[in-house]
Structures are given as structure tokens and as C-alpha cells.
């Protein structure tokens, strides 16, 4: 209904209403799951733990359904689920209504099996400013139509015909509304030369390519070809073999379908869906050159720079696994947004020089930069470039004008200007004054970053946070900040207050409140810490994603399946669940330590993708058990309040969680992330043996 009414592309509106429409089923969700674990006590440690087997194999169908159907679809699947789930508790307990909420569950069945085609209504894109395609199709001086839409796991892909005042054509594919790029068929193009040199002249990396020698011609890696325009870009520059490499499926498919020219026709080029960094890692010194032009899809993943998975491919360590795929005398082109990634990027690369132990003014020969005035082109060499055909395409860019804005060459002398004129100081210089200085060695290559108003430090994978140019907490991150700490001064001040004075009623001669008292800090520590160590090694195990939406559901899977294989192992516990909690929970920290500093620095290079999943199990097994011990525990209450409160105080602690993790990232590291979790399991360790020698944890 709101996608039809429109008020789904208000940003201002739109998006607060989804937000608490979304809310609402989890509400519901969270009411049913504390009553049934209320209503069979003796029964939690297996409920608990066969929940969290069920969210795993969740994880992984969520992306099958995702990638197989369209959204509507899905959703449709989803409450055919639910209401499966009504018949199936209506049966159960012999209530009413059996027969009617079958006949409900049968005739939504119908409908999505004689509907499957017709189940596919638009959603509207948000009117943002960062929305290109609906900022385009709202222009009236254009016709546009969307040819195809599709949905995956990976978000929204729309491929869109606009036709100009003139009646030439153009196709346009957008990731959710945004990062739009043009369709380009190298056939089309091997027809007309006008139309060929047109294309090719708004692309800034083909200047650098005209400059390479054709032996160094052999092989090229495009990462991020959206729809063509780099594949078509190396073919007519003579290169003989093009690998492309695209993280979106959707894409690859919409050009095998609309664009197979380019796509899949020439024996000579090939595409593959993956992620870029993962593939460069495998193929390492085979190719001549290695291509990304801002690859940043803005997609529903997270269009700020703390969801973006390209953060990936721009740290210090990205740059050192394309540098070892190059063969020896290749040659990275980066094409960027501004000087300010530049200016990061070069920073990431004199320190990886830094640590290869090459000097700041060895490592800029290798090196050169020019810009139209809005995408400035970064190439870096394997090897230093020669003096003499630095000169020549020194002398050509300032020809074609690509000398606009961030300017660099090596072996060149600055050239500039500095007059008054009628009382004002004129000054110009050919090169960007603070890499000319950092080149001949009178200005730190630190003072890059150190003196910038910004953040331009280097970006390392343990705070892979490229496009964050905030000193300090960013913008973006204030107002979740202000709420994980409401969260946590919340909790404080009901466990220091309020709870401590609430009375419940049940069987054992400790005082009911401080019992309670003590199960929600319990609780809370379990959550925080739970998200943290989770937060690390999906981090940890990122690089080894060859499709981030669909290996991050395989990682999800296989921690959620270790943590119900735990949970299912505490039903036969029967007694001793303090010394048990304290006992399991010091095992989570030896297994996370030894998964971390033993197992994966051993076989991470040799494991592939489904192999460090299945080693996820080793820590997500011990992380299942503390919490369902815990419930077990509660569950020596009469009252049938306090399994909802603990359930509701681990998932809001998991909230404030997820949100330190993310502001420890940026300030200081996952590393630190992983260190906190182990201290708030070490924390809960005391905390737990304290309440047990005081006797109020007994059972």
C-alpha cells in the first residue's frame, strides 16, 4: 500500500514510517517467542537452542528465496510461514478455529502459486539527491522506461532505456536507485567511430592506457565493469585477454540478457561474479594491469561508509594483494570520486612501500595523477616509470587539459607563479604542492593525513572504513551512539534501582529481587559480549566472501548453528548451572583466542570459503551455551515475567552492541572490538562466581 501511495519515496517520511512498520512484526515475533518459552519452562534449553538452528537455516534460505524471487514474492513466502505456524499451534493445542486458519494458510498458498507472474509491483525509488534514477526519470526533457527490474539478496538492480530530446538512446542500470552506469555494447561501438571516441573520451583511465607499451598489453583485471564501459575501454586499447570481475549477480545477468556483445560473446573476455579482492587474492601475478573505477555501489546494503563492502577493496592490505597481481611490470589504475580519495589512497600506498621498506621519494616514481576537473585518475606502477615516457604523458595531459585538479608526475620540476597584481597575490603551481614536496623529500609523507582537516589516514582491514572522512566519532554515527548509551544507562539504572526492589514470587530462600537482580546483569553481559566476538570474526573471515550477501548468510548460518548445537547440549544438564556458566563461558574465550591467533593464521590461506565456515564452529559451540544455562536457571521461578525479561534484556544489549562495535572499529580497530568481548565474558566470569559464593544464584 505505501509503495503504491507513494509516501515509500519521501525520504523524510517514507523511511521513519517503514522504519517502525518494520518494527512491528519483530514486536510481534518477540511476544510469541517469551510466551512459548514461558509457558514450557522445562522444555528452554531445547527450545532455545532448536529457535537458533531454525534462524540458520533461515540465513541461508532468506538469500536463496531472495536471489530466486521477487521481493513480493518473498514476502508472500514469509506469510505463508507464519501462518503455518498458526496451524500448526491451533493443532497442537486443540483450540478453535483449526479449520479456518488452514483454509487462510491454503488460499495465500493459491494465490502465490497462481499469482507467481503477476506478484512483481513496482516500489518507487526514494526522491533523494543521491538517487540517480529518480532524479533522471523525473527530468522532462527525458523519456525513460525501466526495461527490467530485479531483486536479489544483493538489493534492487534496474535497468533503465532513456530516450534524449534528439532521440538518440542510452540504457542506464541503477543498484536500488543509485550508482548508475551506462550500458555499452562493443559491438555497437566497432560500428561507429564517432560514437566509439565519444564513449571512450569519457572514460579518464583509457588516457593512461594509450600510454602503455603493447608487450605489457596481455592480460587486464577490471573489478566493478557495471555495464561495460571499462571492458570496452581495455578491448579497443588492445588488450588481448579481459577478466571482470562483478559482485552483483543481477547485473551479470541483465547484461547477459540486454548486452551479451560485450558480456559474453568474445572469447577473449570474461566475467565472473565475485568479489574483487577475493578473486585478485587467487590469481596472483597474472595480470598486466588491474582496473577499478569508483566501484562504490551505495546499494541497500548501506549507502554511509560503515555498510559499504567496497571498504574492502581500498584498505592497505587490498592494495598489497593487487600489487602481488600484477605481473612484474604492471600497473594499477584507480579512477576516483575526489582529491580526498586520492589523497587516502596515496596514503595507503607510501605506507605499504614504508613497510616494503621503500622511501617516500622512491615510491612516488611510481606513480602519476591527472584529473579532468571530476575524476581524478591515480596510476601506480610495480615498477618505477622511465623518465622519458613520463615526459610524454606529462606534456599530452596538460594538452587535453587533464591537468584540472589533484596534478602529479614524477621527474618533473615544479612549475608555478607567485605575483601581486593590483595589490593581490597570484599564485600558482603546475603539481599539487604536498605531493611534489613529499616527492623530492623536503615535507613527511605522514603529514599527508596528520595536517588535513580531514580524515585521511591510512586505512588498514582492521578498520576498513575508506570513504569515513570524519576526525573522530563520524556525523553519521552520533545519534546510534547517543542510543547505545541511553541503552546502557538504562540498564544501569534499572538494575541499581528499580529492579532490585521488585519482588517475584518463587521456591528457593533467596531473596526473589536479588536473584533477579543478578540474572539480568547476567543477561546483559551475555548479549554485549555475544555481539562483539560475533562482530570480530565476521570481520575476520570478510576477505575470505566470494559474494558478500551470500557468504555472509553461509558465515551466519554456521555461527547460529554452532550456537543451537551448544544450546541443544544444555538439556541434559541438570544441576550446577553457575559453576557450568563460569566453566563454558572461560572455554568461549580459549576457543575464540585459539581461533584467532592459532587456527586461522595456520590454515586461512589454505582453507577456502566453506572451510573457515565449518571452523566458525568451534567458537559459535561454546557462545551457545552460557545463555540457555541462564534460562534454565530463571526457570526455577514462579513468576512467569522473568524468561521474558532476560530474552528482552540480551536483545537490547545486543542493539547497544552492534553500535560500539562499529564506533571501536572506526576509533580503534576491530582488534579492540574482540578484546572488549573477551573482558566482558572475563567480567562475567567474576561477576557470576561472585553471585554464586553469595549464595544467590543457588538453586
Do not use: C
Amino acid at each position: 500500500m505505501l509503495s503504491k501511495s507513494g509516501i515509500s519515496s519521501l525520504t523524510n517520511f517514507g523511511l521513519p514510517v517503514f522504519i517502525v512498520l518494520s518494527i512491528i512484526p519483530f514486536i510481534a515475533i518477540g511476544i510469541v517467542y517469551a510466551y512459548i518459552f514461558e509457558a514450557n519452562k522445562p522444555y528452554i534449553s531445547t527450545l532455545y537452542g532448536v529457535d537458533l538452528i531454525g534462524a540458520a537455516a533461515g540465513a541461508l534460505t532468506s538469500v536463496f528465496l531472495l536471489n530466486t524471487f521477487n521481493l513480493i514474492y518473498v514476502v508472500g513466502i514469509v506469510v505463508s510461514f507464519l501462518l503455518l505456524v498458526l496451524v500448526i499451534y491451533t493443532i497442537a493445542n486443540k483450540r478453535r478455529y483449526i479449520l479456518a486458519n488452514t483454509v487462510l494458510l491454503l488460499v495465500v498458498v493459491l494465490l502465490m502459486w497462481f499469482g507467481k507472474d503477476t506478484l512483481n509491483f513496482d516500489i518507487p525509488t526514494a526522491k533523494d539527491p543521491s538517487k540517480d534514477m529518480s532524479r533522471l526519470m523525473s527530468n522532462p526533457s527525458l523519456q525513460s522506461k525501466i526495461m527490467e527490474s530485479r531483486w536479489s539478496a544483493f538489493g534492487k538492480t534496474d535497468l533503465v532505456r532513456f530516450t534524449y530530446p534528439d532521440n538518440s538512446e542510452s540504457k542506464v542500470m541503477f543498484i536500488d536507485g543509485a550508482a548508475g552506469t551506462d550500458v555499452v555494447d562493443i559491438d555497437e561501438l566497432a560500428k561507429d567511430n564517432i560514437k566509439l571516441r565519444k564513449s571512450l573520451s569519457g572514460f579518464p583511465a583509457v588516457f593512461a592506457i594509450n600510454f602503455v607499451n603493447e608487450n605489457e598489453k596481455d592480460s587486464i583485471l577490471i573489478i566493478g565493469p557495471g555495464g561495460g564501459i571499462d571492458i570496452a575501454a581495455a578491448y579497443f586499447s588492445g588488450y588481448k585477454y579481459i577478466d571482470a570481475v562483478e559482485v552483483n549477480p543481477s547485473f551479470v545477468d541483465l547484461m547477459k540478457k540486454y548486452n551479451p556483445g560485450t558480456f559474453f560473446d568474445k572469447e577473449n573476455i570474461k566475467v565472473r561474479v565475485n568479489e574483487g579482492r577475493n578473486f585478485v587474492i587467487n590469481n596472483k601475478g597474472k595480470y598486466d594491469a588491474i582496473m577499478l573505477t569508483i566501484p562504490v555501489t551505495k546499494s541497500s546494503r548501506g549507502a554511509d561508509f560503515y555498510g559499504l563492502t567496497e571498504n574492502y577493496l581500498f584498505t592497505m592490505e587490498a592494495l598489497a594483494d593487487y600489487l602481488d597481481g600484477l605481473s612484474e611490470n604492471g600497473t594499477l589504475y584507480f579512477t576516483m570520486h575526489a582529491r580526498q580519495e586520492v589523497y587516502k589512497m596515496l596514503a595507503n600506498y607510501l605506507e605499504v612501500q614504508k613497510k616494503m621498506g621503500v622511501g617516500q621519494i622512491e615510491a612516488l616514481k611510481k606513480i602519476y595523477i591527472y584529473s579532468n576537473g571530476m575524476n581524478p585518475v591515480l596510476v601506480i606502477k610495480k615498477k618505477p616509470f622511465e623518465q622519458k615516457m613520463i615526459e610524454e604523458v606529462h606534456l599530452t595531459a596538460h594538452y587535453l587539459e587533464l591537468d584540472q585538479d589533484v596534478f602529479f608526475f614524477p621527474y618533473i620540476k615544479q612549475k608555478g607563479l607567485d605575483t601581486i597584481v593590483q595589490n593581490v597575490n597570484y599564485k600558482w603551481y603546475m603539481f599539487d604542492t604536498i605531493l611534489y614536496d613529499i616527492s623530492s623529500g623536503t615535507y613527511p609523507q605522514s603529514k599527508l593525513w596528520e595536517a588535513a582537516p580531514m580524515n585521511l589516514k591510512p586505512v588498514t582491514d582492521d578498520s576498513p572504513y575508506f570513504f569515513n572522512y570524519n576526525n573522530g566519532i563520524p556525523d553519521a554515527m552520533v545519534i546510534p551512539l547517543w542510543l547505545g548509551i541511553f541503552i546502557v544507562g538504562w540498564f544501569l539504572v534499572n538494575w541499581g534501582t528499580k529492579w532490585k526492589t521488585v519482588s517475584f514470587s518463587e521456591n528457593t530462600t533467596v531473596a526473589p529481587r536479588e536473584k533477579f537482580s543478578a540474572l539480568a546483569l547476567i543477561s546483559f553481559l551475555l548479549g554485549f559480549s555475544y555481539i562483539l566476538i560475533q562482530g570480530y570474526l565476521f570481520q575476520v573471515l570478510n576477505l575470505k566472501l566470494s559474494n558478500p550477501s551470500q557468504s555472509f548468510s553461509l558465515l551466519l548460518f554456521t555461527f547460529l548453528l554452532g550456537n543451537g548445537i551448544g544450546s541443544l547440549m544444555t538439556s541434559r544438564f541438570k544441576r550446577n548451572f553457575p559453576k557450568k556458566i563460569m566453566g563454558y563461558t572461560a572455554l568461549i574465550i580459549v576457543a575464540s583466542l585459539l581461533t584467532v591467533y592459532v587456527l586461522l593464521p595456520i590454515w586461512y590461506d589454505q582453507l577456502s570459503e566453506f572451510w573457515i565456515a565449518v571452523l566458525l564452529l568451534f567458537p559459535s559451540f561454546f557462545i551457545g551455551i552460557p545463555f540457555p544455562l541462564l534460562l534454565k536457571i530463571a526457570a526455577s521461578f514462579k513468576d512467569n515475567k522473568i524468561i521474558s525479561y532476560l530474552l528482552g534484556i540480551s536483545s537490547i544489549a545486543g542493539v547497544a552492541a552492534s553500535i560500539f562495535t562499529i564506533v571501536i572499529s572506526i576509533l580503534y580497530g576491530y582488534r579492540l572490538v574482540f578484546l572488549f568481548g573477551l573482558l566482558g565474558y572475563g567480567l562475567l566470569i567474576l561477576i557470576t562466581y561472585r553471585y554464586k559464593k553469595l549464595k544467590i544464584l543457588q538453586q
